[in-house]
RNA sequence: GGGCUCGUGGCUUAGCCAGGAUAUAGCGUCGGGCUUCUAACCCGAAUGCCGGGGGUUCGAAUCCUCCCGGGCCCGCCA
């Protein structure tokens, strides 16, 4: 509701602006949400600007709120009263935008808080290396991508996800050639199974630099098509992502698509791309390599497309993998670690070159050890999957202790719903160019305000509806629209429940505009304080007054499909009960 | 050496892109609240030269510049 009272605002004042002279187009107006209004606006300041210091920033938004006409505020029906304070002209909502506002969501559902954003995005990450398992780094980027994807479509976006898989270079190579040398453990996950004898392939390639000459041999079979060689790297690999995909399985992170690099070779298409970046005239050849000039954008050293020996890079199969997703989508999403920053530049860089469509690229800065940087290569890292089993772990302790009479099952099963969302929770509500040092301690202790937080808000707001027999109380239909008299909801956290509720939209139209997930994750956790805040000052089952309770118990139930709408964009799970 | 990025109470962190009303929240510390819908909750207190200097502006955590500190990157790895 808060986007319509918005539009409503920017409509009367621009009006009143413009009929004193101004010239200001109501988008322009800036606003911003703060504790002395619904909606403040320094437009008074702006205007300022325009007219070089002839009026004090009082005197202009004194003469707008004078100039607001009577028959344009009356038919803006979501405002209710605009206030002047010095320069800030303050503007609130009216008892029809409350009202309305909980008619939404009861209305709405799930579908409450959906934006109306169209066309087709088609958006990658995670995509780690099929070496060995998913540690503490790669999910940083699992749960940022997976956020982002959950909160474009609540946006209104049709959604893709691809997780691209390395299933040919050098890396992949060496698993191989670790196959063949060391038994695989067939009874641990398959991805720590590969990750053991890469690990060990490594060292001996340390150790031994002629290993490189098999790794190469390898590498050169699988780019001319040999059978056997391709079969050898497919089974390495399929063992590697049927690991990791179960990790993200117990993640609640979802891909549509599994997209191989190999099929870019297979296609053709890699050195299709070779061919059409020589024809821009920009490519030249260095020390037997190929290489593209990107000076014009910026990058003063040159990309290597085709290797001397004249095998493909990373980077030639992935501009050919943007070739080939852009005829399939509107926009192109790529969320990628620190360590990429250059390259996508450059990638971003020669798709331009070629004429095509651009990805946009969110960047996450690195999650780090105490002792330094992570490595699957030197087997330097925490599992994913031993995280999560620990925070699992820690959630059953909890409800252990508070809910000991319950059964195994619903233990087990809050234990996991807590635990992976608190994980998420704790990677998602941090700004990803922040870079983070992993460390057992503070990962294990729940935050206070986290996803426990909001999933108890939810599971308090279930509770109270459950006590509740809903069609004794309100008949067949249960809660629909107009059942209950919302205008009886004047108590302080009562508005200000339903005004946060009312921001859903407002909240998601932000994350998904900037591309910054954890702005929506803060939204959440304000909801679920919120909530908390009525559930402890408003009884809702004990009071007298029929009419009241009913209206108390929309406002419950609205509640409880926000906080679930917000989880769910989260990709947390919402328990009934913990 | 060059580029990118981050630096906000003891710790973690929002706000910075689009500069304005007493800088956000959590942890930790101290003090309070369960005969009242699950206390994984709520209330109160203390704690900040917003890394440092300079600049732009009526006004800077926010913009510019230099410096300091952490992270990442700097062609035939991905």
Not at 154 to 162: F, H, S
Not at 349 to 375: D, Q, R, T, W
Not at 394 to 423: H, L, N, Q
């Amino acid at each position: 509701m808060f986007i319509e009272f918005k539009n409503q605002v920017q409509k009367v004042l621009g009006e009143a602006a413009n009929s004193l002279g101004y010239d200001i187009r109501k988008e322009e107006i800036s606003f911003e949400v703060s504790e002395h209004a619904d909606l403040a606006t320094r437009l008074a300041f702006q205007l300022m600007a325009v007219k070089k210091g002839k009026e004090n920033p009082a005197q202009i938004a004194q003469a707008i709120v004078g100039a607001v006409r009577k028959e344009s505020l009356e038919s803006a029906d979501l405002i209710g009263k605009i206030a002047l304070l010095g320069p800030y002209i303050n503007v609130f909502v009216s008892e029809k935008y409350l009202v309305q506002t909980l008619e939404n969501v009861i209305a709405g559902k799930e579908n409450y808080g959906n934006g109306k954003h169209t066309g087709k995005i088609l958006l990658e990450h995670t995509s780690a290396n099929p070496n060995g398992p998913l540690h503490v780094g790669h999910i940083r980027n699992a749960i940022l991508g997976d956020t982002l994807s959950r909160i474009l479509k609540k946006a209104g976006y049709d959604v893709e996800v691809q997780y691209y898989v390395n299933d040919i270079g050098r890396q992949i190579a060496v698993v191989s050639w670790a196959c063949t040398r060391y038994p695989l453990n067939m009874d641990i996950k398959p991805d720590n199974a590969i990750v053991d004898v890469y690990v060990k392939a490594n060292q001996d390639i340390a150790k031994d630099e002629s290993v490189n000459e098999h790794i190469e041999k390898l590498m050169k079979k699988v780019e001319t098509g040999d059978k056997e060689t391709i079969e050898s790297f497919k089974h390495a690999v399929d063992m590697a992502i049927a690991g990791i995909s179960e990790t993200l399985r117990l993640m609640n992170v979802n891909h549509d698509k599994f997209v191989r690099e190999s099929q870019f070779i297979e296609s053709g298409d890699v050195w299709n791309v070779i061919d059409r970046l020589k024809a821009t005239g920009k490519t030249k050849d260095s020390d037997g390599a190929l290489v593209v000039d990107l000076s014009d954008d910026g990058f003063e050293k040159t990309l290597v497309i085709r290797r001397s020996n004249g095998t493909s890079l990373y980077t030639t199969r992935d501009l050919a993998y943007h070739e080939w997703k852009a005829p399939q989508c509107d926009r192109m999403i790529d969320v990628l670690g620190a360590d990429h920053k250059l390259i996508s530049g450059q990638l971003q860089s020669a798709l331009k070159l070629l004429g095509g469509k651009v990805p946009e690229v969110v960047i996450f800065e690195f999650v780090s050890l105490p002792e330094g940087s992570m490595s699957t290569r030197r087997g330097v890292f925490i599992s994913a999957d031993d995280l999560l089993a620990q925070m699992i772990e820690a959630a059953y302790a909890e409800i252990e202790k508070r809910r000991p009479e319950e059964s195994e099952e619903f233990k087990k099963d809050v234990a996991r719903m807590v635990g992976i969302g608190a994980t998420r929770y704790d990677i998602i509500k941090v700004s990803p160019e922040k870079s983070t040092v992993f460390d057992w301690k503070t990962a294990l202790d729940f935050e206070k305000q986290g996803a426990p937080f909001i999933q108890y808000a939810h599971a308090r707001a279930s509770n109270i509806l459950s006590k509740t027999d809903e069609e004794a109380a309100f008949g067949a239909g249960g809660f629909v629209s107009g059942f209950a008299d919302y205008t009886l909801l004047t108590e302080p956290a009562e508005v200000a429940l339903i005004k946060k509720i009312a921001m859903f939209e407002q909240r998601i139209e932000e994350s998904a505009g900037n591309l910054k997930p954890h702005t929506f994750a803060i939204y959440a956790r304000e909801l679920a304080d919120d909530f908390n805040q009525f559930y402890r000052y408003v009884p809702v089952l004990n009071v007298e007054d029929a009419e009241l309770k009913k209206s108390r118990l929309a406002l419950v139930f609205s509640s409880k499909i926000a906080l679930a709408n917000a989880l769910s964009c989260l990709g947390i799970d919402a328990p009934e009960s913990m």
